[in-house]
């Protein structure tokens, strides 16, 4: 969530603290061949700490967000994305194109939410519900849809509720489309905005110059 800029500044910060550490050690103290190393490297991990907890200080700040609403949001981006690995493993066990491309799209869309959410934290809070409910449910009806198909037995009963299960992911998937929808609502909002700011930027130039030729 810090960014690839981030991570590359704080271990090379990290470096820069533990080469200088180990050169005052080795200068100064005669501390033997296996010590050094080791306090070299505790300097390593201590610097990335403390510089980790400054840099998501700093971009708690920025977003608006305290740092137990950012750690918050990064475990449900974590678990997010251990359930959309979830879904990824039922691909194999679908038994119908139609279902596969259901799933496939279901995958699709939660991988773009959760990337727009790591992108900027505080959308989280527009699709909470596909956090904590909408993708549990869609791992937990695959994997029931998954194994109702891997049954042999041409029991009625299992027939109505695979019909039932195809039903739902259906409408889970609509549900989805809905959630990136509001994941991307604020973008959507200001981009109109901007437009329609150029917009009357070109309509007042256009009546300046207008106004100066019937002038002439």
Same mark, same amino acid.
């Given at each position: 969530? @810090?960014?690839?800029? *981030?991570?590359? %500044? !704080?271990?090379?910060?990290? =470096?820069?603290?533990?080469?200088?550490?180990?050169? &005052?050690?080795?200068?100064?103290?005669?501390?033997?061949?296996?010590?050094?190393?080791?306090?070299?490297?505790?300097?390593y991990?201590?610097?990335?700490?403390?510089?980790?907890?400054?840099?998501?200080?700093?971009?708690?700040?920025?977003?608006?967000?305290? !740092?137990?609403?950012?750690k918050?949001?990064?475990?449900? @981006?974590? #678990?997010?994305?251990?359930?959309?690995?979830?879904?990824? #493993?039922?691909?194999? !066990?679908?038994r /119908?194109i139609?279902? =596969?491309?259901?799933? *496939?799209?279901? %995958?699709k869309?939660?991988?773009?939410?959760? *990337?727009?959410?790591?992108? /900027?934290p #505080?959308?989280?809070? /527009?699709?909470? +519900?596909?956090?904590?409910?909408?993708?549990? /449910?869609?791992?937990?009806?695959?994997?029931?849809?998954?194994?109702?198909?891997?049954? #042999? &037995?041409?029991?009625?009963?299992?027939?109505?509720?695979?019909? +039932?299960?195809?039903?739902?992911?259906?409408?889970?998937?609509?549900?989805?489309?809905?959630?990136?929808?509001?994941?991307?609502?604020?973008?959507?909002?200001?981009?109109?905005?901007?437009? +329609?700011?150029?917009?009357?930027?070109? +309509?007042?130039? !256009? *009546?300046?110059k207008?106004?100066?030729?019937?002038?002439?």
């Amino acid at each position: 969530m @810090l960014g690839v800029m *981030n991570f590359v %500044t !704080r271990h090379a910060f990290n =470096f820069l603290i533990s080469l200088t550490v180990f050169i &005052l050690l080795v200068v100064n103290f005669d501390l033997g061949i296996f010590l050094v190393p080791i306090i070299t490297i505790i300097s390593y991990f201590v610097s990335n700490s403390i510089i980790k907890f400054i840099q998501k200080s700093k971009k708690s700040k920025e977003l608006g967000l305290s !740092r137990s609403e950012l750690k918050h949001i990064e475990t449900q @981006l974590k #678990q997010a994305k251990s359930h959309i690995f979830s879904l990824t #493993q039922q691909y194999i !066990r679908v038994r /119908s194109i139609s279902s =596969f491309k259901i799933l *496939n799209e279901m %995958t699709k869309l939660s991988r773009r939410i959760v *990337n727009i959410v790591q992108t /900027s934290p #505080q959308k989280f809070y /527009s699709v909470q +519900d596909f956090f904590y409910s909408h993708l549990p /449910s869609a791992v937990e009806l695959t994997s029931k849809y998954t194994l109702l198909t891997q049954q #042999q &037995l041409k029991d009625m009963e299992i027939h109505l509720a695979l019909e +039932d299960t195809r039903k739902t992911l259906k409408d889970l998937h609509e549900t989805l489309e809905n959630d990136l929808k509001l994941a991307l609502e604020s973008d959507l909002l200001n981009l109109k905005m901007e437009l +329609d700011y150029a917009k009357l930027e070109n +309509d007042k130039n !256009r *009546n300046q110059k207008t106004f100066r030729g019937d002038n002439l």
